[in-house]
């Protein structure tokens, strides 16, 4: 039984779109195409057509781009300015950013697919929040002075690490960059970022935004292009001194090898999720039936299609591969088992877009149930009690996120506690604020983008001790 | 450097008295600084005052009695302006008007980051009206035009800035307990805030008192000693967040300091004043009270110090802003060794400072702030001639018009003499003599103040023994009065009670409230 999906079949949507900019590397505060002359395709995901040509990094471009930053860190000033310094160009960075809020959130369209009227009413300005966030934060990292056990004056310098690479995704290329960018800039530090592939204009953008804010030539560095390419190079290369990934746990792994094998420099890993969301029954009647039912109501008015159109819901997936790769957990859901209630095919047409799709019957053990799909699929199981719900939201390699659903005191404490997971949502979800941290616990990851937490990252940590003489007190 | 400076208004001849009677005092020979500039009309400044009135939930309202009172150029004794003089019914309307944002106004219901929003946009203003500002400030207070315009505006909003940067960055703590509970402590905001701050550094001192109460989602009663301009700008604000009454502080100081639904307090001044203010505190409601207080801070020259800079630094720690600093590196203690030298040396530097009109380019020392100063600091110039120190310069007024002082100096200065005990508030250095660090560190701690120091060494050992011993808020070792947002600054034994600026500033605007929730099954404890 599938309920009906309207296809949001837009007339054109009356948006037009910008004219692309920048479509070069940004190494050292220019753009410049790669040095093999190599440039790739940037598809918009409505049309499965060529947006733009950008230019391809691959590691002679990588090294380039980690010289600057490494002149840039070095001897250059931006470490050397004070935090309030700091502060102020990354507060004009923020202000820039609000100035072309509709050029930002149409780009992340074209790209990422990202719905256009939220962009421009909120996700792009929350970009520039964050940066006022960690603006605000710069003039405030401190060490400790300690308390010695003997004749010795101690303390701890917090330094900038140094060169950071950001190899970031492309769900939502705009918070990627921030989040990512925003702490380091904050701690001192310069860096390479490489965004997605499939998403590469917006940082290109904000590269654009940041040198004209006053952010001195080699303090960001993009290098557009391909993980296996570029994004390796980040990760073994010899002088840079932290990389910061956000993607998934398969690249994750590579990651982390890539820096063992290299220099041994740090890593924070932001990958792949299986988060529960657990709706307590606090009625004392089965709730899992009435929970059907206003589900599929919802889902019927769930509208697919341009995502430049204001009254969609959900866009094209990102690219021809995660397309295929949603459809083929959906076969798979299929096959083992799974009841398919509502969705379960591609929209016929032009673009990546498929039916927001729900399987109940759901077990542990199916596919669909243990890894990663990154679709518009959804799995229901029923439980009948806490212990049972907590020790299966555990069963999971991964540990990123959760939500619970419930107004019982006790069961939002306990199964708080209880979850192996790096951020609890409580009656919300996708609850993100500056201040609040957010990483994952077991295969997704570890490390914090958001709040104070994520400047850790970016942070090095220097203990100084020296005798002291006669002292009146110790 | 006086020569030139004659202007050629001079056709003026020099009047044989000044105000009260006595004769400029050209005894000792001839003074390099600009004299003639305290002889010239004062420049006119470039500005209009135009906020003379209170401010009481949002709006600028006469005293509930109508009365006024002047303040005056210090320049030439001559009236601004009249300024709303606040008592008793305004600071209950005031803080009336505080209570009602607090308890049930949209302050501490915003966000912190909205809160941060409005102080970025204040300190822009601040910013964009820079120039305007300082000039009010020094036409106010006699402070030397370009430390207005170029340090102390900047500054202020560098702090805004800063402050604004906490309010979305407040945390408690979730605490491990011995059993099954939850525990956290929520840090929230403690309620209606009474300040008064002084007249040394206005600007300044509103930053340091407003920018953190702000940030904590507090509301603001805040006496100040004169009219302040900066109330226009925060017109961001809902109205009643920020109150300011100008008055006195026997009547509305007082009113404030006794006030029952006043949950804080918070004040800057003098010692004296202080003591009032704590005893008020305690016999109303409790509230707590955060002073920043007098000082007689030691600056030491050890036997290693570079001569040259060092005379140039303890000359700034003793003679920035008129003297009027409460921790105005006022009690000189050099090493014999070196002694001889440095009191020439400081001599010469005083000779050649320039003190005249605070708008003439190039100043270095305006007129102190009025007349009430201006008889203090001589009558402590005249007891240190009484003592038996030596004057090496300076000793008297000059000018004829408003409350110059010279730059004076006196050496061979004995522990016991009131210009070594006492907060003079002037361009009076005091030189003494010591020998070795032990000594020294007896006696700069021989004090009943304790707010700052500073050290002239380029020995480490010296640096973090005399560091560490010294009995003060903070220690500046080869620098003086650095004020960065971030570095704490207050006062050990009288010089006060808690920390402002940086991060423990924020501790004085904030409640620690411990919510704990027994737990079921608890995973880990």
């Known amino acids: 039984m599938g309920g009906e999906i309207r296809n949001g079949n837009v007339e054109k949507a009356t948006i037009s779109i910008p004219e692309i900019k920048f479509t070069k590397l940004f190494i050292n505060g220019e753009f410049v195409p790669s040095i093999s002359g190599k440039t790739f395709e940037n598809i918009d995901p409505r049309t499965e057509e060529v947006i733009a040509n950008v230019s391809e990094a691959d590691k002679e471009d990588v090294d380039l781009a980690a010289k600057a930053a490494r002149q840039a860190f070095d ?5 050397r300015l004070p935090g309030c310094e700091r502060r102020r160009i990354m507060l004009k960075f923020a202000d820039l950013i609000d100035e072309n809020v509709e050029e930002l959130a149409a780009l992340d369209t074209l790209d990422a697919a990202n719905l256009y009227s939220f962009g421009k009413a909120k996700q792009i300005h929350d970009g520039a929040e964050l940066i006022r966030y960690y603006a605000g934060a710069a003039d405030k990292i401190h060490g400790t002075t300690l308390k010695m056990s003997s004749e010795l004056q101690g303390y701890t310098l917090v330094e900038p690490i140094g060169v950071v690479g950001h190899i970031i995704p492309w769900n939502f290329p705009t918070q990627m960059f921030v989040m990512k960018v925003g702490p ?12 997605a592939e499939q998403t590469p204009l917006s940082a290109l953008y904000y590269a654009h935004l940041a040198k004209q804010a006053g952010v001195p030539d080699g303090v960001i560095n993009v290098v557009t292009g391909y993980g296996s390419t570029a994004g390796a190079a980040i990760s073994s290369h010899m002088d840079i001194d932290m990389v910061s990934f956000t993607g998934s746990t398969e690249t994750g792994h590579r990651i982390m090898q890539a820096a063992a094998t290299s220099n ?14 657990i709706v307590f029954d606090d009625a004392d009647e089965g709730i899992y039936d009435k929970f059907i039912a ?3 109501e919802e889902v019927k008015a769930w509208v697919v299609g341009d995502p430049f159109d204001p009254n969609v819901n959900q866009g094209p997936q990102v690219d021809k591969k995660q397309y295929e790769k949603v459809l083929s957990y959906i076969e798979r859901g299929k096959k083992e088992g799974a009841t398919l209630l509502v969705g379960g095919k591609p929209l016929p047409g032009k673009g990546y877009y498929i039916e927001p799709t729900i399987f109940t019957d759901v077990t542990d053990d199916m596919t669909i149930a243990k890894e990663e799909i990154f679709g518009p699929v959804m799995s229901i199981m029923k439980f009948k009690t806490v212990e049972e719900a907590i020790k299966r939201a555990n069963g999971t390699k991964y540990g990123l996120a959760a939500g619970i659903m419930t107004n019982d005191l006790n069961i939002a404490n306990t199964v708080a506690r209880s979850l192996r997971a790096g951020a609890i949502w409580i009656n919300c979800y996708f609850a993100f604020d500056y201040d609040l941290p957010v990483g994952g616990y077991k295969m997704s990851g570890y490390g914090k983008d958001m709040g104070i937490e994520a400047l850790h990252k970016y942070l090095q940590i220097k203990s100084v001790a020296t005798p002291i003489f006669n002292s009146p007190w110790l | 450097m006086a020569a030139r400076r004659i202007s050629s208004l001079v056709s003026r001849s020099l009047p044989p008295l000044s105000r009260d009677g006595k004769q400029s005092c050209l005894g000792r020979g001839i003074y390099r600084y600009g004299t003639t500039a305290a002889h010239e009309e004062p420049i006119k400044p470039p500005v209009t005052v135009e906020y003379d009135k209170l401010l009481i939930n949002g709006q600028f309202v006469d005293a509930a009695s109508g009365k006024t009172f002047p303040t005056l150029d210090p320049r030439s ?19 009336a008007a505080a209570r009602k944002a607090f308890d049930e106004g949209p302050w501490p219901k915003m966000t912190a980051y909205e809160r941060c929003r409005i102080m970025l946009r204040f300190a822009d203003l601040v910013e964009k009206h820079n120039d305007e500002i300082a000039a009010l400030e020094t036409w106010d207070n006699g402070k030397v035009y370009e430390q207005s315009a170029h340090i102390e505006i900047p500054m202020l909003a560098r702090l805004f800035r800063y402050y604004a940067g906490w309010a979305d960055k407040i945390h408690g703590l979730t605490i491990r307990a011995d059993g099954p509970y939850h525990v956290q402590s929520l840090h929230e905001p403690i309620g209606v805030a009474g300040q008064i701050i002084p007249w040394n550094f206005p600007l300044l001192m509103f930053a340091w008192k407003v920018g953190p109460a702000l940030a904590c989602g507090n509301t603001v009663v805040l006496k100040t000693a004169e009219q302040t301009p900066l109330s226009a700008l925060l017109a961001g604000l809902p109205d009643g967040v920020l109150n300011v009454v100008s008055g006195f502080g026997p009547s509305a100081g007082a009113a404030l300091c006794s006030h029952m639904d006043v949950d804080k307090l918070a004040f800057t001044g003098s010692t004296a004043t202080g003591k009032i203010v704590l005893e008020l505190a305690a016999k109303s409601n409790l509230k707590p009270v955060t002073l920043e207080l007098g000082g007689k801070s030691p600056f030491i020259v050890c036997e290693d110090a570079d001569v040259d800079k060092a005379v140039e630094v303890a000359h700034f720690a003793l003679f920035f802003n008129q003297g009027q600093c409460c921790c105005a590196g006022s009690r000189t203690f050099v090493h014999e060794k070196v002694y001889d030298e440095f009191v020439a040396k400081a001599k010469e530097r005083a000779m050649k400072r320039n003190v005249g009109d605070p708008f003439k380019t190039g100043m270095e020392q305006g007129p102190q702030i009025d007349a009430e100063q201006f008889h203090k600091i001589l009558k402590y110039i005249k007891y240190g001639k009484e003592c038996g120190a030596t004057l090496e310069t300076g000793g008297d007024s000059f000018g004829t018009k408003g409350y110059y002082i010279q730059p004076t100096v006196f050496s061979n200065v004995q522990d016991d003499m009131p210009i070594a005990k006492d907060e003079i508030f002037g361009p009076v250095q005091s030189v003494l003599k010591f ?16 707010l700052a120091a500073g050290i002239f060494t380029q020995d480490l050992d010296t640096a973090n023994t005399l560091t560490r011993a010294l009995r003060v808020g903070t220690v500046w070792v080869n620098c003086f009065d650095t004020f960065d947002a971030a570095i704490p600054f207050g006062g050990y034994k009288m010089s006060g009670i808690g920390r402002e600026k940086g991060e423990y500033s924020l501790k004085n605007y904030l409640q620690v409230k411990a919510v704990v929730t027994s737990l079921k099954n608890p995973a880990w404890l």
């Open chain 1, 264 to 277: 041994l420099k740090a890593v924070s890993l932001e990958l792949g999720g299986k988060s529960p969301f």
């Open chain 1, 75 to 79: 001897d250059g000033p931006w470490p």
């Open chain 1, 294 to 296: 206003k589900l599929l």
């Open chain 2, 77 to 95: 004794g001559e009236v601004i302006a009249h300024v709303a003089e606040g008592d008793t019914e305004d600071i209950n309307r005031a803080v």
């Open chain 2, 435 to 450: 020998k070795d660090n032990a000594e020294v560190i007896r006696r700069a701690n021989n004090s009943p103040y304790g």
């Open chain 1, 184 to 195: 380091a800039m904050a701690a001192g530090c310069t860096m390479v970022v490489k965004p």
